[in-house]
């Protein structure tokens, strides 16, 4: 299928996801030790079933190899990403089971190997490509040391976090992780999964895929709440988090609910002084796709008025997965210049490393 | 705990509600369990209550693990001028409530009600001993109220002998359920009582709370009771979605769902993408034959409060519009404190028939009571 | 603008408030520290009435995990959905530029000029060796 660029050139794609092709392929990067115990014990390649591998979502058919894992080198990346919607850049965020882990060592070792292995396999083979930084968030200190140890390498632009972790990401045990990534000019990127330490809804384990895909949604609205209700922002007010995968048609609603309740509990959490709203809009920022969009141009351009501010929305296609047939990736209803906005300027103005 | 109770002289104003309304959502607590609970059980479980108390899936037997903005979660001025707890003397509830706001239809929705307690039989008892006591001190006495049929879920055989028992009693008009339930609401061991109702013809209601062991967000316990609080619209929409991909409206095509307590404005968002995702994923659930969106319609309502607060408030007539006009009950939440006032919680210019059917009109129809 | 006297001073201890109407307008003197402050006693949320609020403490913080109590019992929470308001400027906690409780001036005369006008009294005697609590509009 060819596929026609969409209308601005330049565009920055702020989430796309690489594959680990095989458990194998990290090897090199890994300590004497870890190599061994990968090999000794049997450990599996890390897929996790937040994307099962045949499932219709996790690839569109267009980007499915004949075999082995979709975006697993640097060549159909190129062929598929970016080259047909003329991007400019694009950052890589892996999503390869490190969190689930329950060993912070091991954790810790793969999420280095996974780092190592990035930008040796793709950073190094297309000036294009750029990545988040992947960290055990099974260890703050451990998280920390890995930020540490790629913060000079400014083709890691963010930090990777997962919406679902074994704490709601707000708590304080992980600011440590917050306070390296705004001094290193770093945004969190949270991205949809989870590190399945809970069921993924608050009434336990679902039955169905499509349900814990579903839940995503529900884990971002808790998360937004608990950034804003811990204070991170009054904390670090030069961090920002961008939402990835998350899906945004959600937010205002979500906004409303929780700036009404925090007037009258303001004092539960008094160092939040000012309107959940606008914390939001200073400090999140949200990824294309998927759109969960209403059924019409007109109401979504209503939604687009409820989000109050056409600053929030970074271009993504979410590659490889499948949200959008073939070059759809805008929706209808984007005037010209927020479709600018959001391709470029604001991606531009979110990551300090690529301005 | 002393809590200062403050004058309740001033705290209804008097007939300042023209329009009728439907209150679907109002919390009625007994003046004593000794007084009003104990008649209705056995010597065996009064003893068991004395000895263990009421042990639900959380640690502290007498309170939430989230201290609640005001305590009993009620208005300040709620609190009987006889004593007791808010919402337990029925004349005072006319007074400061019913009389003033013009409630046509008042939905009783009992929250200790035994429902969540881990012992089945338990629970079982108690949750006959409520719909005893409801009709007891309630209904019989004030037929504006209207009461829930309160069945122990987490056994669904109990529950269903619970509705059985009851069908047909017309005190009762819909069989609560509290949304944090052990599985997501959806689930196989639920469909029996949605049968059960369907076979009863009454709606479902299920009201945000309550204690499933699972902790609040798939990310684990917050530190923050406006974060629980907030959390019930998210958990609302895991359980909805649970019913929908699950199929149960396929296999129950008369039952009726309403989701009480949780707002409303998150409904559109949550249809927009569980539509697209029956779209990708139409070879996992093949029982799920018609898109989410339109079974939702079909089967689900909401009730209003906490009514969002958008800024400007238009915003909110978009949301209601991609709702529904007909699917949103008026709701206060009485005695609690995030009551909705019918005067002012929705300050927007609607035609006579629409702000009569959104406060009362919509839920007489519903509960068959036009 | 008129004065209106509302109420006789002893009749609002410190710490105390009392309803009155003037003009149809239901308003609610509290004293702090023999200080009086008058306010609407309506929240400009959904109306519930701040007469019969919970005084509080002011809560603020400098950073997370901090939390600075001080002005024990100068702040009104709504009875209803718990909104706080500054009892000495009607400024909400949540808001303070935007959201507001209505405030009158209050201030206290001693029934000597009480007597001489031009105040309005409306429902009771104002003797000379009283103070008076006088509420302007």
Same mark, same amino acid.
């Given at each position: 299928?060819?596929?026609?660029?969409?209308?601005? &050139?330049?565009?920055?794609?702020?989430?796309?996801?690489?594959?680990?092709?095989?458990?194998?392929?990290?090897?090199?990067?890994? %300590?004497?030790?870890?190599?061994?115990?990968?090999?000794?014990?049997?450990?599996?390649?890390?897929?996790?079933?937040?994307?099962?591998?045949?499932?219709?979502?996790?690839?569109?058919?267009?980007?499915?190899?004949?075999?082995?894992?979709? %975006?697993?080198?640097?060549?159909?990346?190129?062929?598929?990403?970016?080259?047909?919607?003329? &991007?400019?850049?694009?950052?890589?965020?892996?999503?390869?089971?490190?969190?689930?882990?329950?060993?912070?060592?091991?954790?810790?070792?793969?999420?280095?190997?996974?780092?190592?292995?990035?930008?040796?396999?793709?950073?190094?083979?297309?000036?294009?490509?750029?990545?988040?930084?992947?960290?055990?968030?099974?260890? &703050?200190?451990?998280?920390?040391?890995?930020?540490?140890?790629?913060?000079?390498?400014?083709?890691?632009?963010?930090?990777?976090?997962?919406?679902?972790?074994?704490?709601?990401?707000?708590?304080?045990?992980?600011?440590?992780?917050?306070?390296?990534?705004?001094?290193?000019?770093?945004?969190?990127?949270?991205?949809?999964?989870?590190?399945?330490?809970?069921?993924?809804?608050?009434?336990?384990?679902?039955?169905?895929?499509?349900?814990?895909?579903? %839940?995503?949604?529900?884990?971002?609205?808790?998360?937004?709440?608990?950034?804003?209700?811990?204070?991170?922002? %009054?904390?670090?007010?030069?961090?920002?988090?961008?939402?990835?995968?998350?899906?945004?048609?959600?937010?205002?609603?979500?906004?409303?609910?929780?700036?009404?309740?925090?007037?009258?509990?303001?004092?539960?959490?008094?160092?939040?002084?000012?309107?959940?709203?606008?914390?939001?809009?200073?400090?999140?920022?949200?990824?294309?796709?998927?759109?969960?969009?209403?059924?019409?141009?007109?109401?979504?351009?209503?939604?687009?008025?409820?989000?109050?501010?056409?600053?929030?929305?970074?271009?993504?296609?979410?590659?490889?997965?499948?949200?959008?047939?073939?070059?759809?990736?805008?929706?209808?209803?984007?005037?010209? &210049?927020?479709?600018?906005?959001?391709?470029?300027?604001?991606?531009?103005?979110?990551?300090?490393?690529?301005? | 705990?002393?809590?200062?109770?403050?004058?309740?002289?001033?705290?209804?104003?008097?007939?300042?509600?023209?329009?009728?309304?439907?209150?679907?959502?109002?919390?009625?607590?007994?003046?004593?369990?000794?007084?009003?609970?104990?008649?209705?059980?056995?010597?065996?479980?009064?003893?068991?209550?004395?000895?263990?108390?009421?042990?639900?899936?959380?640690?502290?037997?007498?309170?939430?693990?989230?201290?609640?903005?005001?305590?009993?979660?009620?208005?300040?001025?709620?609190?009987?001028?006889?004593?007791?707890?808010?919402?337990?003397?029925?004349?005072?509830?006319?007074?400061?409530?019913?009389?003033?706001?013009?409630?046509?239809?008042?939905?009783?929705?009992?929250?200790?009600?035994?429902?969540?307690?881990?012992?089945?039989?338990?629970?079982?008892?108690?949750?006959?001993?409520?719909?005893?006591?409801?009709?007891?001190?309630?209904?019989?006495?004030?037929?504006?109220?209207?009461?829930?049929?309160?069945?122990?879920?987490?056994?669904?055989?109990?529950?269903?002998?619970?509705?059985?028992?009851?069908?047909?009693?017309?005190?009762?008009?819909?069989?609560?359920?509290?949304?944090?339930?052990?599985?997501?609401?959806?689930?196989?061991?639920?469909?029996?009582?949605?049968?059960?109702?369907?076979?009863?013809?009454?709606?479902?209601?299920?009201?945000?709370?309550?204690?499933?062991?699972?902790?609040?967000?798939?990310?684990?316990?917050?530190?923050?009771?406006?974060?629980?609080?907030?959390?019930?619209?998210?958990?609302?929409?895991?359980?909805?979605?649970?019913?929908?991909?699950?199929?149960?409206?396929?296999?129950?095509?008369?039952?009726?769902?309403?989701?009480?307590?949780?707002?409303?404005?998150?409904?559109?968002?949550?249809?927009?993408?569980?539509?697209?995702?029956?779209?990708?994923?139409?070879?996992?659930?093949?029982?799920?034959?018609?898109?989410?969106?339109?079974?939702?319609?079909?089967?689900?309502?909401?009730?209003?409060?906490?009514?969002?607060?958008?800024?400007?408030?238009?915003?909110?007539?978009?949301?209601?519009?991609?709702?529904?006009?007909?699917?949103?009950?008026?709701?206060?939440?009485?005695?609690?404190?995030?009551?909705?006032?019918?005067?002012?919680?929705?300050?927007?210019?609607?035609?006579?028939?629409?702000?009569?059917?959104?406060?009362?009109?919509?839920?007489?129809?519903?509960?068959?009571?036009? | 603008?008129?004065?209106?006297?509302?109420?006789?001073?002893? #009749?609002?201890?410190?710490?105390?408030?009392?309803?009155?109407?003037?003009?149809?307008?239901?308003?609610?003197?509290?004293?702090? #520290?023999?200080?009086?402050?008058?306010?609407?006693?309506? /929240?400009?949320?959904?109306?519930?009435?701040? /007469?019969?609020?919970?005084?509080?403490?002011?809560?603020?913080?400098?950073?997370?995990?901090? @939390?600075?109590?001080?002005?024990?019992?100068?702040?009104?929470?709504?009875?209803?959905?718990?909104?706080?308001? #500054?009892?000495?400027?009607?400024?909400?906690? /949540?808001?303070? #530029?935007?959201?507001?409780?209505?405030? @009158?001036?209050?201030?206290?005369?001693?029934?000597?000029?009480?007597?001489?006008?031009?105040?309005?009294?409306?429902?009771?005697?104002?003797?000379?060796?009283?103070?008076?609590?006088?509420?302007?509009?």
């Amino acid at each position: 299928m060819t596929i026609a660029p969409p209308p601005t &050139t330049g565009a920055i794609d702020c989430d796309i996801h690489p594959s680990v092709p095989s458990i194998e392929a990290l090897l090199p990067y890994m %300590a004497d030790h870890w190599r061994d115990t990968i090999v000794q014990r049997g450990v599996h390649n890390l897929e996790t079933i937040a994307y099962p591998k045949n499932a219709p979502l996790t690839a569109r058919p267009d980007w499915r190899p004949a075999k082995g894992l979709p %975006a697993a080198d640097v060549v159909t990346i190129q062929a598929q990403a970016l080259d047909p919607f003329a &991007t400019s850049i694009a950052i890589c965020n892996c999503l390869y089971g490190v969190q689930l882990l329950m060993s912070e060592d091991i954790a810790a070792a793969f999420a280095n190997a996974v780092n190592q292995w990035m930008a040796a396999e793709f950073l190094d083979r297309d000036p294009r490509l750029r990545a988040s930084i992947v960290i055990p968030t099974q260890n &703050t200190e451990m998280a920390v040391a890995e930020i540490e140890r790629w913060a000079d390498d400014k083709r890691f632009v963010s930090v990777l976090m997962l919406v679902m972790d074994e704490n709601p990401l707000g708590r304080r045990l992980y600011w440590p992780i917050y306070a390296a990534a705004a001094r290193h000019g770093l945004p969190i990127c949270v991205h949809a999964g989870s590190a399945y330490k809970h069921p993924v809804t608050s009434v336990g384990w679902p039955s169905y895929y499509t349900e814990d895909y579903a %839940a995503q949604s529900p884990a971002f609205h808790n998360m937004v709440s608990s950034f804003i209700c811990e204070g991170v922002f %009054a904390k670090y007010p030069d961090l920002t988090v961008v939402l990835a995968e998350s899906g945004f048609t959600w937010l205002p609603a979500h906004l409303w609910r929780l700036t009404k309740f925090w007037r009258g509990l303001r004092a539960e959490i008094p160092w939040v002084d000012r309107p959940p709203t606008e914390i939001a809009r200073d400090h999140f920022r949200l990824t294309l796709q998927p759109v969960d969009a209403p059924p019409t141009v007109s109401d979504f351009e209503r939604l687009m008025e409820h989000m109050g501010s056409d600053e929030m929305l970074l271009f993504s296609t979410d590659y490889p997965h499948h949200q959008f047939d073939g070059n759809a990736v805008l929706p209808e209803g984007l005037s010209p &210049t927020l479709a600018r906005k959001i391709m470029v300027d604001n991606p531009k103005n979110t990551y300090p490393r690529l301005q | 705990m002393n809590i200062q109770v403050a004058d309740r002289s001033t705290s209804a104003s008097k007939g300042k509600v023209k329009q009728a309304i439907a209150d679907c959502d109002i919390h009625p607590s007994p003046k004593s369990l000794e007084i009003e609970i104990y008649p209705y059980l056995s010597k065996r479980w009064r003893s068991y209550l004395e000895s263990y108390g009421f042990i639900y899936r959380q640690g502290f037997p007498n309170g939430p693990a989230f201290p609640k903005g005001q305590p009993d979660a009620a208005r300040r001025d709620a609190y009987p001028p006889n004593g007791g707890r808010p919402g337990s003397d029925l004349e005072f509830m006319r007074e400061q409530h019913l009389d003033p706001n013009n409630v046509q239809l008042g939905i009783l929705n009992p929250l200790k009600s035994g429902q969540g307690l881990q012992n089945s039989d338990f629970a079982e008892a108690y949750c006959r001993a409520v719909n005893e006591w409801q009709i007891a001190e309630w209904t019989s006495k004030e037929s504006r109220l209207k009461a829930s049929l309160m069945v122990p879920f987490e056994d669904a055989k109990a529950s269903v002998a619970e509705i059985d028992h009851w069908a047909g009693n017309p005190h009762f008009v819909q069989v609560l359920l509290l949304s944090r339930t052990i599985e997501p609401l959806g689930q196989r061991r639920y469909w029996p009582i949605y049968e059960a109702a369907c076979r009863a013809n009454l709606p479902v209601a299920v009201h945000a709370f309550g204690y499933g062991g699972t902790p609040v967000t798939g990310g684990g316990w917050p530190s923050f009771y406006i974060e629980e609080m907030v959390g019930h619209a998210e958990n609302t929409q895991s359980l909805l979605t649970s019913m929908v991909i699950e199929g149960v409206f396929e296999r129950f095509p008369t039952l009726k769902v309403i989701l009480v307590e949780a707002g409303f404005a998150w409904l559109p968002a949550l249809k927009w993408r569980l539509d697209k995702l029956w779209h990708r994923m139409r070879d996992e659930i093949p029982h799920v034959t018609r898109p989410p969106s339109e079974l939702i319609q079909e089967h689900v309502w909401l009730t209003t409060q906490p009514m969002e607060e958008p800024e400007p408030r238009e915003h909110l007539l978009d949301t209601i519009e991609w709702i529904g006009w007909d699917k949103l009950l008026f709701a206060t939440d009485y005695p609690h404190w995030d009551f909705d006032d019918p005067a002012r919680a929705l300050p927007l210019k609607l035609s006579k028939e629409r702000r009569e059917n959104f406060f009362l009109g919509n839920a007489l129809d519903l509960y068959g009571l036009r | 603008m008129a004065k209106y006297v509302v109420s006789p001073a002893k #009749d609002i201890p410190p710490g105390g408030r009392k309803l009155v109407e003037v003009r149809g307008r239901p308003i609610v003197i509290f004293n702090l #520290d023999g200080e009086y402050f008058g306010m609407l006693n309506r /929240c400009p949320h959904q109306g519930g009435s701040l /007469c019969n609020g919970q005084l509080v403490g002011l809560v603020q913080s400098t950073e997370p995990g901090e @939390y600075h109590f001080s002005r024990q019992d100068e702040i009104v929470r709504c009875p209803w959905h718990g909104w706080e308001f #500054d009892i000495r400027t009607g400024h909400s906690m /949540c808001e303070p #530029d935007r959201i507001q409780a209505t405030r @009158y001036n209050v201030g206290i005369e001693a029934g000597a000029a009480v007597t001489e006008g031009p105040y309005v009294a409306e429902t009771f005697g104002v003797t000379v060796e009283e103070s008076y609590v006088v509420i302007e509009i």
